[in-house]
T-cell receptor, first 111, second 115 residues
Framework: AQSVTQPDIHITVSEGASLELRCNYS??????LFWYVQSPGQGLQLLLK??????LVQGIKGFEAEFKRSQSSFNLRKPSVHWSDAAEYFC?????????FGKGTHLIIQP | KAGVTQTPRYLIKTRGQQVTLSCSPI?????VSWYQQTPGQGLQFLFEYFSETQRNKGNFPGRFSGRQFSNSRSEMNVSTLELGDSALYLC??????????????FGSGTRLTVV
């Protein structure tokens, strides 16, 4: 069965510092991977997605992610975080049963 | 173009009642899927509809049901509400190519509280 693991429940980063959120997936076929962001009480906003092609994917708000098949990973990165990036981040893989999500990483930005 | 619209945004119901939630997808998107989000279980897949047919269903009891209309709008229904059904219910709209759904744009959700 498919699964997504986000090892970090909480991450604290200083404003202006770089960010990397980890995501590992388990899926038998070629994965279709997503990163979403959620602000409190809101829906999910798509940051970026990977289906095929270039393994480095650019998204909105300055985010990028790199697909590494050998490591079954799809880590999200941003070179310099802003206070407005504080939110919950979810990694997901598409399967026959819709999207399977990780438990999320709560990002805290220190001034 | 307009995004995914979910109504109502907030709902308070009593145990034992039933509730119907609505989702209008992005124009041209024919696939709608539903997810339940709770602090304990996270985001869980409920079901997916395409062209008025349920294609997949998650591991939820039969009290959870849904349907899709010819204009692609979808409703989900929960009967005999339990306290544990309190959650944020999210709807996702997708376009379909070659029988596979792509895109997955989410609405703002319906916050259901069961008292």
């Amino acid at each position: 069965a498919q699964s997504v693991t986000q090892p970090d429940i909480h991450i604290t980063v200083s404003e202006g510092a770089s960010l990397e959120l980890r995501c590992n997936y388990s899926y038998g076929a070629t994965p279709y991977l997503f990163w979403y962001v959620q602000s409190p009480g809101q829906g999910l906003q798509l940051l970026l997605k990977y289906f095929s092609g270039d393994t480095l994917v650019q998204g909105i708000k300055g985010f990028e992610a790199e697909f590494k098949r050998s490591q079954s990973s799809f880590n999200l990165r941003k070179p310099s975080v802003h206070w407005s990036d504080a939110a919950e981040y979810f990694c997901a893989v598409r399967s026959a049963d819709g999207l399977t999500f990780g438990k999320g990483t709560h990002l805290i930005i220190q001034p | 173009k307009a995004g995914v619209t979910q109504t109502p945004r907030y709902l308070i119901k009593t145990r034992g009642q039933q509730v119907t939630l609505s989702c209008s997808p992005i124009s041209g998107h024919r696939s709608v899927s539903w997810y339940q989000q709770t602090p304990g279980q996270g985001l869980q897949f409920l079901f997916e509809y395409f062209s008025e047919t349920q294609r997949n269903k998650g591991n939820f009891p039969g009290r959870f049901s849904g349907r899709q209309f010819s204009n692609s709008r979808s409703e989900m229904n929960v009967s005999t509400l339990e306290l544990g059904d309190s959650a944020l219910y999210l709807c996702a709209s997708s376009f379909v190519t070659g029988q596979r759904a792509y895109g997955y744009t989410f609405g703002s959700g319906t916050r259901l509280t069961v008292v």
